[in-house]
């Protein structure tokens, strides 16, 4: 089989980069607004319950479709981004995420056009989560701070909670007072969206594409593709142990906070439950973005061996679980909102957190891949939503949500052990030195 594993570019950056310092900017635009489409839509679970007649199970389906549209978009767009460049791949994202608030506009009384729309979002907040991700770092080197290699994780991970929590914040308040509330909310996404596939034909290309020529196979190709989204073998035992026990609590955090919770207490809230449930969503992403400096701050040094953010996450979510399970019982708005207080921090620890780990296990050729491995295996805590209102026929949610939060215990402990192993194995390599 030929080898299609591309080489790097030159200086890492081509002369055209170097001359664009702030070229990420436009990039992180284009993470800003993905994240803003993708999340749009939690806050209207609410309003589609109301309006347009659809039963928890069903508003709940819908961020299915999201995930499932993920998974393509993060597993496939980071590997052929690494052969092919990353900015056709993310101005057809961009440009994906637009035509889906365009199809979200037609979902009011019929779900199709709401599975259609969230498929189409979910490929491109992946596509714009592993490339965009990639594409900031490599335009962060050309930076005199490229020595800090926590500042485009911070950066990526910034632009796209701000997005995820604008986006939610923008869309809750027009549906609960603006116009027009099942079209208003997407109209906005669209004229954001506009001129953002213009704008990154301008920012400076990263990635020669592969010269596969034409004697490549499909098969080739795909197992070219699948080589990109390998763990490197010395770090696989680490990432069974620290980043995958982590990475489904980034956003199954972020379900249980503003996608379950204000089902369960919207009773209390009465006719705020739109503007509540907004208010958790913004609660959640905005402590999670103030939070992140401090991700990083845990990474630092001897942090990233000892795997201080990891278990600083966890423990944070089990808190945060715990809370849901009480609140469970007790029905209180504003436990809720501790909760969602607290299991947004843990969200912002763990995002950047995982980011920095995959950047070091990552060589320049496969971290778009790796990038989507991450955030696929992140984002699979997104069905927990899903699966709570499958399960609620048959079991309670005080029941259900204690389980979550034993099982939050359980990746506490897994994440402890990963730890602990690679600050052994760090200091008998200094002791042998």
């Given at each position: 089989m030929?080898?299609?594993?591309?080489?790097?570019?030159?200086?890492?950056?081509?002369?055209?980069?170097?001359?664009?310092?702030?070229?990420?900017?436009?990039?992180?635009?284009a993470?800003?607004?993905?994240?803003?489409?993708?999340?749009?839509?939690?806050?209207?679970?609410?309003?589609?319950?109301?309006?347009?007649?659809?039963?928890?199970?069903?508003v709940?389906?819908?961020?299915?479709?999201?995930?499932?549209?993920?998974?393509?978009?993060?597993?496939?767009?980071?590997?052929?981004?690494?052969?092919?460049?990353?900015?056709?791949?993310?101005?057809?994202?961009?440009?994906?995420?637009?035509?889906?608030?365009?199809?979200?506009?037609?979902?009011?009384?019929?779900?199709?056009?709401?599975?259609?729309?969230?498929?189409?979002?979910?490929?491109?907040?992946?596509?714009?989560?592993?490339?965009?991700?990639?594409?900031?770092?490599?335009?962060?080197?050309?930076?005199?701070?490229?020595?800090?290699?926590?500042?485009?994780?911070?950066?990526?991970?910034l632009?796209?909670?701000?997005?995820?929590?604008?986006?939610?914040?923008?869309?809750?308040?027009?549906?609960?007072?603006g116009?027009?509330?099942?079209?208003?909310?997407?109209?906005?996404?669209?004229?954001?969206?506009?001129?953002?596939?213009?704008?990154?034909?301008?920012?400076?290309?990263?990635?020669?594409?592969?010269?596969?020529?034409?004697?490549?196979?499909?098969?080739?190709?795909?197992?070219?593709?699948?080589?990109?989204?390998?763990?490197?073998?010395?770090?696989?035992?680490?990432?069974?142990?620290?980043?995958?026990?982590m990475?489904?609590?980034?956003?199954?955090?972020?379900?249980?906070?503003?996608?379950?919770?204000?089902?369960?207490?919207?009773?209390?809230?009465?006719?705020?439950g739109?503007?509540?449930?907004?208010?958790?969503?913004?609660?959640?992403?905005?402590?999670?973005?103030?939070?992140?400096?401090?991700?990083?701050?845990?990474?630092?040094?001897?942090?990233?061996?000892?795997?201080?953010?990891?278990?600083?996450?966890?423990?944070?979510?089990?808190?945060?679980?715990?809370?849901?399970?009480?609140?469970?019982?007790?029905?209180?708005?504003?436990?809720?909102?501790?909760?969602?207080a607290?299991?947004?921090?843990?969200?912002?620890?763990?995002?950047?957190s995982?980011?920095?780990?995959?950047?070091?296990?990552?060589?320049?050729?496969?971290?778009?891949?790796?990038?989507?491995?991450?955030?696929?295996?992140?984002?699979?805590?997104?069905?927990?939503?899903?699966?709570?209102?499958?399960?609620?026929?048959?079991?309670?949610?005080?029941?259900?949500?204690?389980?979550?939060?034993v099982?939050?215990?359980?990746?506490?402990?897994?994440?402890?052990?990963?730890?602990?192993?690679?600050?052994?194995?760090?200091?008998?390599?200094?002791?042998?030195?």
């Amino acid at each position: 089989m030929s080898d299609t594993r591309q080489a790097p570019l030159p200086s890492a950056l081509p002369a055209s980069a170097l001359s664009r310092p702030h070229a990420w900017r436009t990039v992180a635009a284009a993470m800003f607004v993905c994240g803003w489409g993708g999340n749009q839509f939690t806050p209207l679970l609410l309003m589609y319950r109301r309006l347009g007649g659809y039963s928890a199970l069903s508003v709940d389906a819908f961020l299915g479709a999201y995930v499932v549209g993920l998974v393509p978009g993060l597993l496939l767009a980071g590997p052929v981004s690494d052969r092919r460049g990353r900015r056709p791949v993310l101005v057809a994202g961009t440009v994906a995420s637009a035509a889906a608030s365009v199809v979200l506009c037609f979902g009011g009384h019929s779900p199709w056009p709401l599975y259609g729309g969230r498929l189409l979002t979910g490929i491109a907040v992946g596509i714009a989560m592993a490339v965009g991700s990639a594409w900031v770092k490599e335009l962060s080197a050309g930076e005199d701070g490229a020595a800090d290699s926590g500042l485009a994780a911070r950066r990526a991970a910034l632009c796209q909670t701000a997005g995820f929590g604008l986006g939610a914040g923008v869309a809750g308040l027009l549906a609960q007072w603006g116009p027009w509330p099942m079209v208003t909310p997407y109209v906005v996404h669209v004229l954001l969206t506009a001129a953002l596939p213009v704008l990154l034909l301008k920012v400076p290309e990263t990635r020669r594409p592969a010269p596969d020529g034409p004697a490549a196979s499909v098969r080739e190709l795909l197992a070219t593709l699948v080589d990109d989204l390998r763990v490197p073998a010395p770090a696989r035992r680490r990432f069974r142990l620290v980043v995958l026990p982590m990475a489904p609590w980034v956003f199954g955090a972020a379900g249980l906070a503003y996608a379950v919770m204000p089902q369960l207490v919207g009773s209390r809230v009465g006719n705020w439950g739109l503007a509540y449930a907004t208010g958790l969503t913004v609660l959640t992403l905005g402590t999670g973005a103030a939070v992140q400096p401090l991700a990083k701050r845990l990474h630092a040094g001897a942090g990233a061996a000892k795997g201080r953010a990891p278990v600083a996450a966890m423990a944070v979510m089990v808190l945060g679980a715990a809370l849901c399970a009480a609140d469970a019982v007790l029905l209180s708005p504003w436990l809720a909102v501790a909760a969602a207080a607290v299991l947004g921090a843990g969200y912002g620890i763990a995002v950047v957190s995982g980011l920095l780990e995959i950047q070091r296990m990552a060589g320049p050729d496969d971290l778009a891949g790796l990038t989507g491995v991450y955030y696929t295996f992140a984002y699979a805590g997104f069905l927990l939503p899903t699966v709570l209102a499958a399960l609620s026929g048959w079991l309670p949610y005080p029941l259900m949500l204690a389980l979550v939060a034993v099982t939050a215990v359980a990746c506490l402990a897994l994440v402890l052990t990963g730890a602990r192993d690679r600050a052994s194995a760090a200091g008998r390599q200094r002791q042998a030195v």
